[in-house]
Structures are given as structure tokens and as C-alpha cells.
């Protein structure tokens, strides 16, 4: 199995930016496709972007879609989540997610998470 382990979070003002990484271990990282997610206090976890095995392809959820962009490096084994004009409501604990089996938008496509990393944006 592949071991996830995210960076990057902390506090930022809002318009700031923040850039979350996710180094993974244990397995080939080129054999997994990668997303984020984000879970804010009292609320499910939601979809935020999701990347290919090899890159070629990716999506942003369109709520963030301006502002965040995902990336892979498979040469150093992590997945990017670039985060722009960050607001409030992007509060949340974020988290990456890898699956050898599917490219899904639900939490239940992928099969391996990282621990998460607290993102908070202040006004």
C-alpha cells in the first residue's frame, strides 16, 4: 500500500496563498491517481481537485476553479495542491487521497489517505 503524508497548511490571511504538498511512500507513486479533499468543522468531506497517474489530465472543482491548482512531480513522489486568493471558507482540514483502481470525484473511489492539514484563512 502507499503511505500519504501532507504539508503545507497554516495560517493565512484571506487573498493569501498557500501551497499544500502531499508526499506518498511504499509503492509507485506513478500507478495512483491523486485528489484532495476538505473537511471544514461540521461539515462532510468535499471533493477539491484530482490529478492522473501521469499528470496529463486534471480537474478542479468548480467552486475553486480559479483559484487552486493541482499537480504531480512523479520523479519526487508528491501531489500539489496551489492554492490562490485564499478566502474564509476555505477553512478546513485538507487531504490527499490516492487510488490505483479509479479517477473519482467521491471519497469512496480512493483507498489510501494522508492525516490531513489544517488550513485556515483569516479575514
Known amino acids: 500500500q502507499v503511505q500519504l503524508v501532507e504539508s503545507g497548511g497554516g495560517l493565512v490571511q484571506a487573498g493569501g496563498s498557500l501551497r499544500l504538498s502531499c508526499a506518498a511512500s511504499?509503492?509507485?507513486?506513478?500507478?495512483?491517481?491523486m485528489g484532495w479533499f476538505r473537511q471544514a468543522p461540521g461539515k462532510e468531506r468535499e471533493f477539491v481537485a484530482r490529478?492522473?497517474?501521469?499528470?496529463?489530465?486534471?480537474y478542479v472543482t468548480d467552486s475553486v476553479n480559479d483559484r487552486f491548482i493541482i499537480s504531480r512531480d512523479n520523479m519526487k513522489n508528491t501531489v500539489y495542491l496551489q492554492m490562490n486568493s485564499l478566502k474564509p471558507d476555505d477553512s478546513a482540514v485538507y487531504f490527499c487521497?490516492?487510488?490505483?483502481?479509479?479517477?473519482?470525484?467521491?471519497?469512496?473511489?480512493?483507498?489510501?489517505w494522508g492525516q490531513g492539514t489544517q488550513v485556515t484563512v483569516s479575514s
Open positions: 487521497a490516492a487510488s490505483d483502481r479509479t479517477y473519482g470525484l467521491r471519497s469512496r473511489d480512493y483507498d489510501y
Open positions: 511504499g509503492r509507485t507513486f506513478s500507478n495512483y491517481n
Open positions: 490529478i492522473t497517474k501521469s499528470g496529463e489530465t486534471s
